[in-house]
């Protein structure tokens, strides 16, 4: 039993004894840590700003001296003979090159100055000829507007002197119907007074029994003669003036037919030539109202329809023989229904068209083109002599 305490107890000795040893280095270790510590706050304490003095350089420049090998062939001495050449070379010629870099950065720098400048310029020249070619612009709407308004005040001044002669147009003919009506009334006077003289020279003749009632009789007779002829004269020379041909065989009743006959053909044919003439009259009335130029007259459409059994367009300020554009109705024949045009609205080249009354559209069409073509030449003209 003794020995085993004995052996208990060196066992415990040798544990502690180890135990005495880790704790001692740890004490070390952290003694060292602490050092470090402290020497690390108070460099840091101390540590100024960036100002290095002579003394280290110099003892770096020593260290690198240090560190630096000294060739021992010749090869590698010859080696660091050139390096060190050509440094020299090079550090003698950073100047120049650097001047020389300098140069080509100025020139360059010069080059895209002008480039900047050529820029602005054909900016500017840009924007200047987009203004004047706004102000001409302007301009030209201004020229326009001042057209129109001078186009319309022509254009009322035309229909006013349009108005003025369609109504002295309606005169005369009322004035005409108003003659015709007094005409009749006087002939039906005439009538009526024959009758009252015949009733007269009967009462007359009865009252006074003669025996030579024959002589009554023809003085009658002469005065229903008399009468008779003048109202046949009056008739003839009504239908003369219309341009029918008479006859001295003809008599009263055929005279009066001849007359309603020709009135019915003339009305026939205004109304195969109604909507020709119609088309151009609205064509004409468009033309003057937009495209008219300036220095030409008013255009106008004349309608002879029942006279000569033709409608033709000409300027306002030209006669009747210098139209442009002829329209009439071939033979002046209604059954047929042939219409003719003639064009003389471009000098170089006059022809003649025929169309029927159902082709309405292409002869409205062909119209509008042969006038439109007119009136650009015209004021192809015009500009050339201002030109000139």
């Known amino acids: ?3 085993r305490v004995k052996k208990v107890k060196k066992k415990t000795k040798k544990k502690s004894h180890r135990s005495r040893k880790k704790q001692k280095l740890k004490a070390r270790k952290k003694a060292k840590k602490t050092k470090i510590i402290k020497k690390t706050k108070t460099s840091r304490r101390t540590k100024k700003k960036p100002h290095k003095s002579s003394k280290k350089k110099k003892i770096r420049v020593r260290k690198k001296a240090k560190w630096i090998k000294i060739p021992k062939s010749k090869k590698q001495r010859k080696h660091l003979i050139k390096l060190s050449f050509q440094n020299v070379i090079n550090f003698m010629l950073r100047p120049i090159f650097k001047a020389y870099d300098d140069f080509r950065v100025k020139r360059k720098i010069e080059k895209l100055r002008k480039i900047a400048l050529e820029k602005k310029k054909k900016e ?3 924007k200047e000829e987009r203004r004047l070619r706004y102000e001409a612009k302007q301009q030209e709407l201004r020229d326009e507007v001042k057209l129109a308004r001078e186009r319309s005040q022509d254009l009322k001044k035309f229909i006013r002197h349009e108005q003025a002669i369609i109504r002295r147009e309606q005169a005369k003919k009322r004035q005409l119907f108003l003659e015709e009506i007094k005409l009749e009334k006087k002939i039906e006077s005439f009538r009526k007074r024959e009758l009252q003289e015949i009733k007269n020279l009967e009462k007359l003749a009865l009252k006074d029994q003669r025996e030579d009632y024959r002589l009554v009789e023809e003085r009658l007779e002469k005065i229903k003669e008399k009468y008779r002829l003048i109202r046949e004269q009056k008739i003839k020379e009504r239908v ?9 065989d003809d008599t009263k009743e055929d005279l ?3 007359e309603k006959e020709y009135t019915e053909h003339r009305k ?3 109304l195969v030539l109604e909507s020709f003439y119609r088309s151009a009259s609205s064509l004409v009335f468009q033309l003057n109202k937009r495209y008219i ?6 255009l ?3 309608d002879r329809r029942y006279e000569t059994n033709e409608c033709f367009i000409r300027y306002d300020d030209s006669p009747d023989e210098d139209w442009l554009i002829l329209i009439y109705l071939e033979d002046s024949d209604t059954a047929k229904g042939k219409i003719i045009v003639e064009n003389k609205s471009n ?10 009354t159902k082709d309405i559209f292409t002869y409205s069409d062909y119209l509008v083109d042969s006038m439109t073509a007119h009136i650009d030449r015209e004021i192809d003209r015009e500009r050339q002599k201002k030109a000139s």
């Not at 003369?240 to 001295?248: F, H, N, R």
């Open 1 to 3: 039993m003794k020995k």
């Open 124 to 126: 500017s020249q840009i």
């Open 240 to 248: 003369q003036s219309l341009g029918v041909e008479i006859s001295d």
């Open 256 to 258: 009066i037919q001849k």
């Open 268 to 270: 026939n044919i205004e």
């Open 293 to 298: 130029p300036k220095h030409k007259s008013i």
């Open 300 to 302: 106008r459409v004349i």
């Open 347 to 356: 000098p170089e080249k006059q022809e003649t068209k025929s169309f029927q």
